[in-house]
């Protein structure tokens, strides 16, 4: 900015001074030129920092919906491991009642056998 009103504070110098205007009243003119420029870049500035502002939301809100979704995921992970550890319990009571029956139908059947 200041190279910028360095820049235009010479070639306003230059331009009043080719045109033979006295030097309070370039003084006067460069001053509000000034003004003017340095109201343009403060809006410019507002404009930047309200854009990054939103960007700033944009992510923020991003953000919490990865944040929801991965809770999300983590519930199903936490639901899947508890159905897999309640079906790996199931299937070894199937599988030691399944077992036990074999083995009772295996003493049955030795039994008969002794007796005949």
Do not use: P
């Amino acid at each position: 900015v200041e190279e910028h009103q360095h820049a235009i504070r010479k070639a306003l110098d230059s331009a009043l001074a080719q045109k033979g205007i006295s030097d309070n009243l370039t003084k006067q003119v460069r001053g509000e030129i000034l003004e003017e420029e340095a109201a343009a870049c403060a809006r410019d500035m507002v404009l930047l920092i309200t854009g990054a502002l939103s960007t700033l939301q944009t992510a923020a809100k991003r953000r919490l919906q990865q944040d929801a979704v991965f809770e999300e995921l983590e519930d199903v992970f936490r639901l899947e491991r508890v159905a897999d550890e309640a079906a790996e319990q199931l299937l070894a009571e199937v599988a030691r009642g399944w077992i036990e029956e074999e083995y009772r139908a295996a003493l049955r059947e030795a039994a008969l056998k002794q007796a005949a």
